[in-house]
Each structure stands twice: as structure tokens, then as C-alpha cells.
Nanobody, 121 residues
Framework: QVHLVESGGGLVQPGGSLRLSCAAS????????MGWYRQAPGKERELVVG???????NYADSVKGRFTISRDNAKNTVYLQMNSLKPEDTAVYYC???????????????WGQGTQVTVSS
């Protein structure tokens, strides 16, 4: 079993910054992709950004230039630095990881419990 634990959400004013962290633990052989999704009230969950083990990234257009993802492979941890936050960034942010738990085993997707980010004055 693999567990993802997020931290760093909260309330921030427009234009402010927050940093989210997500640490993976459990039976992990390798983590192929880690990333962040978000879900606003009444909307579907959407990809914010993903990062491969090699460092390739894929950002949603709405966050390009404002959000930065980074990853510490040794710690199985991914970070999301969010700058210039807007009210429309308000959502529950979910950490996501595609994990291989054994040599030759399947890649399985795991989710964190979510952390609330609220951007409001």
C-alpha cells in the first residue's frame, strides 16, 4: 500500500503565495509521475501540473508562469510553489502519484486526501 500525505494549504489573499508538499510512503519501488490536481466546487477535477522522475513537466495553461512544481526523488516528495494566486485558484488540491510497487509490477495510481486552498480578500 502507498500513502500520499499533503500539507501546506490554507487561506491567502489574491496575489499571495502558498507552497504545497506531498510525501509518498509505503511499498514503493519507483514513482513514475507525481503531480497535482484540483477540484473547485461544482467543477470536475482537473490536472494542475505533473512531473516525471526525469523532471519533465506538464502545466495547465491556467497556472503557467505562476506555479512551479519540483520533486525530491530521494524523499519521494513533490512540491508545488504557487505564486500570484487568484480567486479562481480556490479548490481542493490533490496529490497524485503513479507508483510501481515491485520490479515488473504494474503502475498504480494513488491519491492524497486533498488540501484546501482558498484565495480570498
Amino acid at each position: 500500500q502507498v500513502h500520499l500525505v499533503e500539507s501546506g494549504g490554507g487561506l491567502v489573499q489574491p496575489g499571495g503565495s502558498l507552497r504545497l508538499s506531498c510525501a509518498a510512503s509505503g511499498t514503493i519501488f519507483s514513482i513514475n509521475v507525481m503531480g497535482w490536481y484540483r477540484q473547485a466546487p461544482g467543477k470536475e477535477r482537473e490536472l494542475v501540473v505533473g512531473i516525471t522522475s526525469g523532471g519533465s513537466t506538464n502545466y495547465a495553461d491556467s497556472v503557467k508562469g505562476r506555479f512551479t512544481i519540483s520533486r525530491d526523488n530521494a524523499k519521494n516528495t513533490v512540491y508545488l510553489q504557487m505564486n500570484s494566486l487568484k480567486p479562481e485558484d480556490t479548490a481542493v488540491y490533490y496529490c497524485n502519484a503513479v507508483v510501481n510497487t515491485a520490479v515488473g509490477g504494474p503502475n498504480l495510481r494513488y491519491w492524497g486526501q486533498g488540501t484546501q486552498v482558498t484565495v480570498s480578500s
